[in-house]
């Protein structure tokens, strides 16, 4: 109903926007008023929670269009600033009046100063930098201010160059160094003549970045501030220009050449967001979401700066063709810097689909499927889905005689609800999985009607910080029903909302593609009437990560929906389970006094330290002693990548006969059981799963 309500509204919007389309701004593009208009009325009447579009929306889309021109604050003067605010809360206005002054003097001015660093970079490059001053760069740009004038401006450039001038003269001295190692005759450089070498291909660099920046168009940047409106109803809001648009439906169509990452902007910064499963990346495993990518090279060739680059430039250097080699330097989450080395691929469907190994332990059975993503193709009928993979799967594992699953849900960033219903279905015997909600109407209960169980023994469902959206309705549900112990992160991702992506042509008759804008239009809710929504699911044993105080969940996103409640729906509880919350304790005991997971702890909150510092040393010997001291503070933490498990992992009796006649399947099994034997998460979810009790009247029900 509420969907339909705006596609009749907006072809009456269109014919009103080109009545008004040209009484503002000179110069203006018409289409870019269509757009405006266009995409006021759709999230303002087809968003689940609309924004109230007033001066504090106004003051919101005025300082993120800011941050998105100038994130490190080297382009704009404060004077800039001071004349743009008297836009500060006009921006509602002129969404509504079709203005777009602001835009256009931001815009202007931007090219301005732009053009204007492109000139001095270079007079500050000629002269050979002075590393031996006690001087630091404080790359919180949150709290910087802006340059009163054009030499201050020019000083923080100087700053900002000598920094990655410090950082290639570094990686010389090291390159230097390790060479004398392996031939004593050879003669290390003079400081001065490497200082000089960095400073040249820093120069090249530079030269290189202002010759991509100058192809940005004024599109993009106008796509820039789009998104800075759209977002500010949720983060999930996006606009996709028509060049974005056709990369989305590429990822939609499932052809992902490259190295498998998700990638986003974070200030000047290009972040790690999601690898997906079976993709280069992830099979290389040294990138971990969270990373920065600082510098990318082709094979062989110099390492290309990308810090300040736009995401969409940065990406067209790190995809590239299947075979070819990338080497992306990356700032990792522990603050480090590493050389990561990825051959890109396309990624291999078979390996997004659900797979299953066997465990011996103690002389028992036990099964763990993996399940990447709720994955369903709805353009092919006869496609494989994972519920039906899943009902297969769990049937192989019960002719192996398996006493209990664990299920690993663990990176799976969600996929189609209804999987996520019919998944839950396997384990239940029939009653409510979700409740979904429209704005403005009474919350939907979505049931599993099948009265069949698939598996109806012991269960443990594993997650992390990085498990979302359906494998949060998955989670909760197995909760809720106290069918599943739920073992983890301290909690899963938290995104409780659902997208639709809008093609916006629909609504005008321009001879031109403006898009497409994917909008937050649904909630869902667990049976017991609390929203996943920033909350997540919270694990019943919590597990200590990486991730345990970084900033990755959806609560830590910027306009991020609220979490609110919902009536309960009428369900009854699994409790079947003779000795739940003797197994829960136990395992917390056993946790709390294992010496890997109190030093994983210590490293997460190491971690988060070096993340939070924010000053570089300019100084060489400074930056040198710095690097160094926190490499071998890392290295107390070497011991946990080397941890091993005890446990015989082996493929179901099905697939040792497929990998009989096939070797790349062997291979990957092979490593992927590798890997297995060396989590510690995992072996904790079997030693749970193997001390869960049915009751002994539910046994004799199963047995007549």
Request: overall charge negative; hydrophobic content about 35%.
């Amino acid at each position: 109903m509420m969907i339909r309500k705006f596609k009749f509204l907006l072809p009456v919007i269109f014919v009103f926007s080109l009545f008004t389309s040209f009484n503002s701004v000179a110069n203006s593009d018409p289409k870019d008023k269509v757009l405006l208009t266009i995409l006021r009325y759709v999230l303002t009447e087809g968003h689940y929670h609309p924004q109230e579009i007033n001066d504090e929306f106004s003051k919101k889309v005025y300082a993120n269009f800011l941050k998105n021109l100038d994130p490190s604050k080297r382009y704009f003067l404060q004077s800039d600033i001071d004349e743009f605010s008297a836009y500060e809360t006009l921006i509602d206005d002129q969404i509504k009046s079709e203005d777009l002054s602001f835009f256009y003097l931001a815009y202007n001015r931007f090219k301005e100063r732009t053009a204007e660093a492109e000139q001095f970079y270079p007079e500050i490059l000629e002269h050979a930098f002075d590393f031996s001053k006690d001087e630091t760069l404080d790359i919180d740009y949150e709290n910087t201010s802006y340059a009163l004038n054009k030499d201050e401006l020019k000083n923080k450039w100087h700053q900002q160059l000598k920094t990655s001038t410090l950082s290639r003269l570094y990686a010389k001295v090291k390159e230097e160094e390790d060479t004398k190692k392996e031939d004593a005759s050879y003669t290390i450089k003079p400081i001065d003549a490497l200082e000089k070498e960095a400073r040249t291909k820093i120069s090249e660099n530079m030269k290189e970045f202002f010759e991509r920046f100058d192809e940005l168009t004024h599109e993009d940047w106008f796509s820039t501030y789009i998104n800075c409106i759209s977002e500010q109803f949720d983060p999930h809001t996006n606009y996709f220009d028509p060049k974005v648009k056709k990369g989305f439906d590429q990822r939609m169509s499932g052809k992902l050449e490259g190295i498998g990452a998700r990638l986003q902007q974070q200030n000047d910064y290009t972040k790690v967001i999601e690898l997906v499963y079976g993709g280069p990346a992830w099979k290389q495993g040294d990138l971990e979401v969270g990373d920065l990518i600082i510098k990318v090279a082709q094979a062989d060739g110099e390492p290309l700066d990308i810090v300040g680059m736009r995401l969409d430039k940065a990406i067209e250097f790190i995809k590239g063709e299947k075979g070819s080699e990338v080497n992306l330097t990356v700032k990792k989450i522990d603050g480090s810097t590493k050389i990561i080395t990825i051959i890109r691929d396309v990624v291999e469907l078979e390996e997004t689909f659900v797979k299953s190994s066997v465990i011996e332990k103690d002389n028992r059975k036990f099964g763990v499927i993996h399940l990447p993503s709720f994955y369903i193709d709805f353009s092919e009928k006869n496609s494989r889905n994972s519920a039906t993979d899943m009902a297969q799967e769990i049937e192989r594992l019960k002719e192996e005689n398996v006493e209990g699953l664990v299920l690993d849900l663990r990176n799976n960033g969600g996929g189609s609800l209804q999987t996520a219903i019919d998944i839950s279905g396997l384990f239940i015997k029939n009653g409510p999985v979700v409740q979904v909600k429209y704005r403005n109407t009474e919350a939907e209960v979505r049931k599993d009607k099948n009265n069949q169980i698939q598996w109806d023994g012991p269960l443990v469902v594993l997650v992390n910080e990085l498990s979302a959206s359906a494998s949060e309705i998955f989670a909760a549900a197995m909760q809720d029903y106290g069918r599943a112990v739920i073992i983890g992160g301290k909690q899963t991702y938290g995104k409780g909302t659902v997208q639709s992506v809008l093609d916006l042509n629909r609504y005008h008759n321009l001879n031109e593609d403006i898009g497409a804008l994917k909008m937050t239009i649904q909630k869902f809710y667990r049976i017991n009437g609390d929203s996943n929504q920033l909350e997540g699911v919270h694990s019943d044993i919590m597990l200590p990560s990486r991730y345990t105080y970084l900033e990755i969940g959806e609560r830590d996103l910027e306009n991020a929906l609220k979490y609110d409640k919902v009536p309960a729906a009428t369900y009854t509880l699994w409790n079947n389970y003779d000795n739940f919350n003797e197994v829960v304790n136990n395992s917390k005991k056993r946790i709390a006094s294992n010496s890997t997971f109190k030093l994983i702890d210590e490293n997460a909150k190491w971690i988060k330290k070096s993340q939070d510092e924010t000053l570089i040393y300019l100084n060489l010997n400074a930056y040198k002693e710095d690097i160094e001291s926190h490499e071998t503070a890392s290295k107390k933490y070497k011991s946990i990548s080397d941890y091993t498990s005890t446990y015989t992992f082996t493929s179901p009796l099905y697939e040792q006969t497929l990998a009989a006649s096939d070797e790349n399947l062997a291979e990957k099994r092979e490593v992927w059981h590798k890997n297995l034997n060396k989590d510690i998460y995992l072996e904790e979810a079997l030693n749970v799963v193997s001390e869960l009790k049915l009751k002994p009247n539910y046994l004799l029900v199963k047995k007549y």
